[in-house]
């Protein structure tokens, strides 16, 4: 296999987000309540950042039709889906606004909450930093959950899973 090097400028857009691509992440659907009603995004860009306190961060795209909406968010949840919810995640990607798909009921913050998921870290804002493209969102986890199950795995572009070991 060939390898390609690269400065990440501008022009080479592309090439960077392939090696990025690279990297196997989780797939998480960040929710929360707005002013028109509850709204959802599909993201991969989630990490854990502290145990004391507890923290973990997202990032979302400040060109994102969503953006407004999260900037001002106070209180959101962050589900990690599970394998059979690739629909539900492709779904939110495409509509933040449309939950018709989904089983999900609110907390008493008004932060909608997914069914099936295989964690839930419900967070009220910590901080906010601004990061080129990007909007680096860190949550204080006031509350979360977990069940054992497959998890919904990206990777250059496809969703996919692990194999069961033998």
Same mark, same amino acid.
Not at 43 to 63: E, H, Q
């Given at each position: 296999?060939?390898?390609?090097?690269?400065?990440?400028?501008?022009?080479?857009?592309?090439?960077?987000? !392939? $090696?990025?691509?690279?990297? =196997?992440?989780?797939?998480?659907? *960040?929710?929360?309540?707005? !002013?028109?009603?509850?709204?959802? *995004?599909?993201?991969?860009?989630?990490?854990?950042?502290?145990?004391?306190?507890?923290? @973990?961060? #997202?990032?979302? $795209?400040?060109?994102?039709?969503?953006?407004?909406?999260?900037?001002?968010?106070?209180?959101?949840? /962050?589900?990690?889906? +599970? !394998?059979?919810?690739?629909?539900? +995640? &492709?779904?939110? +990607?495409?509509?933040?606004?449309?939950?018709?798909?989904? !089983? #999900?009921?609110?907390?008493?913050?008004?932060?909608?909450?997914?069914? =099936?998921?295989?964690?839930?870290?419900?967070?009220? &804002?910590? +901080?906010?930093?601004?990061? =080129?493209?990007?909007? /680096?969102?860190?949550?204080? @986890?006031?509350?979360?959950?977990?069940?054992?199950?497959? =998890?919904? /795995?990206?990777?250059?572009?496809?969703?996919?899973?692990?194999?069961? &070991? *033998?």
């Amino acid at each position: 296999m060939t390898e390609k090097h690269f400065t990440p400028t501008p022009d080479q857009s592309t090439a960077f987000r !392939e $090696a990025l691509g690279c990297f =196997g992440t989780g797939v998480t659907v *960040i929710t929360t309540d707005s !002013e028109q009603g509850p709204r959802a *995004i599909t993201v991969n860009s989630f990490t854990s950042v502290s145990l004391d306190p507890p923290l @973990v961060l #997202w990032c979302l $795209a400040k060109d994102s039709n969503r953006f407004d909406d999260f900037n001002a968010s106070q209180h959101y949840s /962050i589900h990690v889906m +599970a !394998e059979d919810q690739q629909d539900q +995640a &492709l779904r939110f +990607a495409r509509d933040g606004k449309d939950f018709s798909h989904a !089983e #999900w009921s609110q907390d008493d913050t008004g932060r909608p909450q997914l069914s =099936g998921c295989l964690a839930r870290f419900d967070c009220q &804002l910590h +901080a906010r930093h601004d990061a =080129g493209d990007h909007l /680096i969102l860190v949550g204080h @986890v006031q509350h979360a959950m977990y069940r054992t199950g497959k =998890g919904l /795995i990206f990777k250059r572009g496809q969703f996919g899973g692990f194999a069961d &070991l *033998i």
